[in-house]
């Protein structure tokens, strides 16, 4: 029974976050690139990819940097990309972050409950970073890289974060149906 249970909780773990989805309309106020409080919503129309990470994260590094290049990039076809720091202190270390990712793009101190309650995953799935959100112009979450997901492996990731954007990018604004498809 107890078998039985802990399967079922660990099945619940790796189902979390339906895609697509409305992406709910959080808030933020920036350390870097940015001043006084944003809202996710503010980009509406926009490409907007989120950075869920830690700021002494290697692998989140790797991605902000990738980000960094891409918000260069694509911004001027409407990409936005916005880093949400969960780990704790993390208002100290993000101008660091970001100077050593290049990143410009929007950096904000977000509470892990929070990135949690966006991302759909339950307290008791053990998060890898970074996690990498994709939400099409009209505001709709269309993609999720997690951290061990095998799109994140670092020689295929920026590839594979460049294809979603582009697909996303190409689109007028009007929803595409997209297969729905499980978590990993």
Same mark, same amino acid.
């Given at each position: 029974?107890?078998? *039985?249970i802990?399967?079922?909780l &660990?099945?619940?773990? #790796?189902?979390? =976050?339906?895609?697509? +989805? %409305? /992406? %709910? @309309?959080?808030e &933020?106020?920036?350390?870097?690139?940015?001043?006084g409080?944003?809202r996710?919503? @503010?980009?509406r =129309? $926009?490409?907007?990819?989120?950075e869920?990470? *830690?700021?002494?994260?290697?692998?989140?590094?790797?991605?902000? /940097?990738? #980000?960094?290049r891409?918000?260069?990039?694509?911004?001027p076809?409407?990409?936005?990309?916005?880093? #949400?720091?969960?780990?704790?202190g993390?208002? /100290?270390?993000?101008?660091? &972050?970001a100077?050593?990712?290049?990143?410009?793009f %929007?950096? /904000?101190?977000?509470?892990?409950?929070?990135? +949690?309650? &966006?991302?759909?995953?339950p307290l008791? *799935? !053990?998060m890898?970073?970074p996690? *990498?959100?994709?939400i099409?112009?009209?505001g709709?979450? +269309?993609?999720?890289?997690?951290?061990e @997901?095998p799109r994140?492996?670092m020689?295929?990731?920026?590839?594979?974060?460049r294809?979603?954007?582009?697909q #996303?990018?190409a689109? @007028?604004?009007? %929803?595409?149906?997209?297969p729905? !498809? $499980?978590a !990993?």
């Amino acid at each position: 029974m107890i078998r *039985l249970i802990s399967a079922a909780l &660990f099945a619940a773990a #790796l189902a979390h =976050g339906q895609i697509p +989805r %409305p /992406a %709910p @309309d959080i808030e &933020f106020a920036p350390v870097t690139g940015g001043s006084g409080k944003m809202r996710l919503s @503010d980009f509406r =129309g $926009k490409v907007v990819v989120i950075e869920f990470l *830690l700021t002494t994260c290697p692998g989140c590094k790797h991605s902000g /940097a990738i #980000l960094a290049r891409l918000q260069r990039e694509y911004g001027p076809r409407g990409l936005q990309v916005i880093g #949400l720091a969960v780990d704790f202190g993390s208002a /100290a270390r993000i101008p660091v &972050f970001a100077a050593e990712t290049r990143a410009l793009f %929007p950096i /904000a101190a977000y509470s892990d409950a929070s990135a +949690r309650e &966006f991302l759909q995953a339950p307290l008791m *799935l !053990r998060m890898s970073y970074p996690q *990498l959100v994709f939400i099409d112009r009209k505001g709709v979450l +269309r993609e999720h890289f997690r951290g061990e @997901d095998p799109r994140m492996d670092m020689k295929a990731e920026e590839a594979n974060i460049r294809k979603v954007i582009e697909q #996303l990018l190409a689109e @007028d604004g009007r %929803p595409k149906k997209m297969p729905a !498809r $499980k978590a !990993r």
